[in-house]
């Protein structure tokens, strides 16, 4: 098949790569705790693992936005960011 | 939880699954892939990197289309969504008239985008348009093409005219389906209109609500049809919203790489801004949702 038209570049490759296995690995936690893990975090409203993810992964996109537009091009500080504010989010949210 | 469980289900999610693929995944990633490279066609393609990311964060083009998107988008807010319940709540709820006004307010809601952009550019012009002439008629200088204030009004209320109707008819549907006995506990009570209003119909409309506050701020967010047709995006940039100026960029200047990246953080603000309206109204008022949601 001939995927030529959709433009793919290695980083925007390993970006859905890790996109694709993030939602794996999801399932998998699913498949051995049913249920979605649902509580009421410091935002006090209900949130189940996979409101977690999309809030960690929507948050992410946004950090990685600020950190070019204020600081500059070089986006491993704002990726060690993310995952700090990812963990944060499973922790706390 | 014992719930019996049948993995033939996603048999039947399947074709969803491969529908949304091709129409909404697939070219999402395209645009990904777009958004970090040059290309000049023929399926040439330069890697640019975060180039076009960085160019539109700073850009004021974008900054002044996005912020003029969201004065829009709370404009049509503050305007359809008290104004359809108000519609709503005085609508006939038995006899005759109620199928003839469903039918008056489900009409606007047939009109295609681009009809109901013609049908305001003619109205409001002042030669031949109703409105127009009859501003002209008055003294009133009115003239959208020139002025950026006339060609914003004329914008507002012809979205106003062609889609309070939905709010109309989501309220009224909500509204439809309160029981009897609440009104006559209301009554019992001596409840006045206002408290009925605050205390029976609001909570219990507020999930239809929901949709249509989504529903006018997606679709008023994303507007492109109706004024394109009717200014262009004009007088100047003045009613440039964010589609009409990614339209303007990836078919007009045919720049895909930029285009794309605008697309991407577009697509993002949607997504948050949806989220935070969702998230606050499902969880305003009592009526919470389930735990299985």
Redesign the interface.
Known sequence: MNLSWMAWTTPTAIFFITIVSLLLLMSLWEAIKPGGGPRVGILRIETTRGDRLFLSLLGSAFIHLAWLGLVGPNLWWALGVSVFYALLVFRFV | ?DKPFSNKAWLFVLPVFLLVALSAI?PL??V???S??D?FGN?Q?F?A??EW??EL??SERFHDALLRNLTFSAIILIIEIPLGIFIALNMPRKGVWVPICLILMALPLLIPWNVVGTIWQVFGRADIGLLGHTLAQLGVDYNYATNWFDAWVTVILMDVWHWTSLVVLLCYSGLVSIPDAYYQAARIDGASKWKVFRYIQLPKIHRVLLIAVLLRFMDSFMIYTEPFVLTGGGPGNTTTFLSIDLVKMAIGQFDLGPAAAMSI?YF?II??LS?VFY?VMT?YGED??E???
């Open positions: 939880m697939v990633m395209t990904v892939n777009y970090v490279q290309t399926n393609f890697w990197g975060l990311y960085e964060l700073h953080v993002l997504l948050l989220w998230t969880n919470k949702p735990a299985s949601r």
